[in-house]
């Protein structure tokens, strides 16, 4: 047993609990034995089928997880990926071990006990699932699992359990992938770096301390079309120094083409943790694009969150070709050593391509539609929504009449050429595609 400051809960709310407990284990545990039990035992064959893995649980009690043993190859690793070989666990949920949301039991050796803060997450009962489980599903587990249980810990509540339920529900409609992590994958002709956010920042620390300027790109499902169709464009993104899957869509692609993006990196929520690492380097940020008076109210959110940030300038994004030498210039005379682009793709990118060695920064990151976010023009997915990877929808919801050809038709059109690529070898190779070229403001030449 550890020792740990536990404040246990009781009352009604705990007995309720406790009864809903009781009532999924057995409810779940009979369905199992007509699907998980002899499934597992037919790929066994011979030996013990349940293992007993020592844990902690509530107060740093000690007990015995119940799961079915490993089984070797495909098909094992499948039923793994689908969660069946933690049906014994509703034995442990059956006696009170466990139950069905709280944060997730550790193993002795698990270096979560030497945190600082560990101690904490042992003041509830460990659960079947936990909140860092789902983000993790959802490719946005950017928190250290122990941040999220200690989240998940100071928020709990009878709501906020089902809340989590449901969405682990969903999420478990994904299974874990049993595919290797490439370090890069190609996705209708564009080598899309796979890199964590964790990852992704620390390159931008790195080359925000030199004199060569470096290109960021995000990518998402419609990107890749506009790539598809589009040398120029495709070309911009593939010779960026680091190219970044961006939604649901490309982890999508990913499962198709038999790979696995580790986490959905897009540019929303790289923003704050950037500003956050500006703030402890003192490097200092230029915001280009948008309408008129947005880059300056997420200039004004930068100042009220994140005080030590750097603004080297602002400039709207409303601007003709004829003057972007000025706009350079701007930026040049501002010294500023990362640009954020907010132009929309694929104009950003192309714009950034054509002057990133005027500008004179270190790093330039198109980044969509962020600046809309943060200034609150445009009012962003609640968290739980993106858990369920319907932010798409959501942002739809806002906007249909504009945005209902690029979600209902465009990605649509983007699956159709991922199975393309996996199943006929398309877009594995530029000369394949057309040759269309672009302008810098992403129209296609004549």
């Not at 009449?401 to 594995?428: E, H, T």
């Not at 394949?432 to 129209?443: A, F, I, T, W």
Request: proline share 4%.
């Amino acid at each position: 047993m550890i020792r740990a400051s536990v404040r246990f809960r009781n009352g009604t709310g705990e007995a309720i609990r406790r009864g809903f407990d009781i009532a999924v284990a057995l409810i779940v545990g009979l369905l199992g034995l007509l699907v998980a039990l002899p499934c597992w035992l037919g790929l066994l064959r011979s030996g013990e089928a349940i293992v007993g893995l020592p844990r902690y649980g509530r107060g740093g009690q000690r007990f015995v997880e119940y799961r079915f043993r490993a089984v070797p190859g495909r098909w094992g690793r499948y039923l793994r990926a689908l969660g069946l070989d933690r049906w014994p666990m509703l034995w442990n949920l059956l006696k009170g071990d466990l139950t069905l949301v709280g944060p997730r039991a550790v193993a002795p050796d698990d270096r979560l006990l030497t945190e600082r803060l560990a101690a904490r997450r042992f003041s509830d009962r460990p659960g079947l699932v936990c909140l860092w489980w789902v983000r993790r599903r959802a490719n946005i587990a950017y928190e250290s699992e122990l941040e999220s249980d200690l989240e998940y810990v100071e928020s709990r509540g009878w709501w906020s359990n089902w809340g989590i339920a449901f969405r682990a529900a969903v999420s478990a409609c994904w299974g874990l992938s049993t595919r290797t992590e490439a370090d890069r994958i190609n996705v209708l002709g564009v080598s899309v770096a796979n890199r964590t956010m964790r990852q992704a920042l620390d390159s931008i620390e790195t080359w925000s301390g030199r004199k060569e300027p470096r290109q960021v790109c995000f990518v998402n499902a419609d990107c890749a079309n506009w790539a598809a169709r589009h040398a120029t464009y495709r070309a911009c993104v593939n010779q960026a120094d680091m190219t970044l899957a961006d939604g649901i869509g490309l982890k999508l692609a990913g499962r198709l083409l038999g790979t696995h993006f580790i986490e959905n990196v897009n540019g929303t929520d790289l923003f704050p943790r950037l500003c956050a690492q500006l703030q402890r380097t003192q490097r200092s940020l230029f915001l280009l694009g948008a309408r008129p008076g947005v880059a300056q109210a997420v200039a004004d959110w930068i100042d009220v969150h994140f005080p030590g940030v750097r603004i080297a300038g602002v400039r709207h994004g409303y601007f003709e070709p004829e003057v972007a030498d000025e706009v350079v210039r701007t930026i040049r005379a501002s010294r500023a050593d990362i640009v954020l682009v907010a132009l929309g793709a694929p104009r950003q990118d192309l714009w950034i391509r054509e002057h990133l060695h005027e500008m004179g920064c270190s790093v330039a990151i198109g980044v969509g539609g962020l600046f809309d976010y943060y200034s609150g023009r445009v009012r962003r997915a609640p968290r739980w929504v993106r858990e369920l990877c319907l932010e798409w929808l959501f942002r739809f919801s806002q906007e249909p009449s504009r945005l209902w050809r690029r979600y209902w038709i465009g990605n649509g059109v983007f699956l159709v050429r991922v199975l393309a690529q996996r199943f006929l070898g398309w877009y594995q190779h530029d000369s394949r595609q057309d040759s269309c070229e672009l302008d810098v403001r992403g129209k296609v030449k004549p």
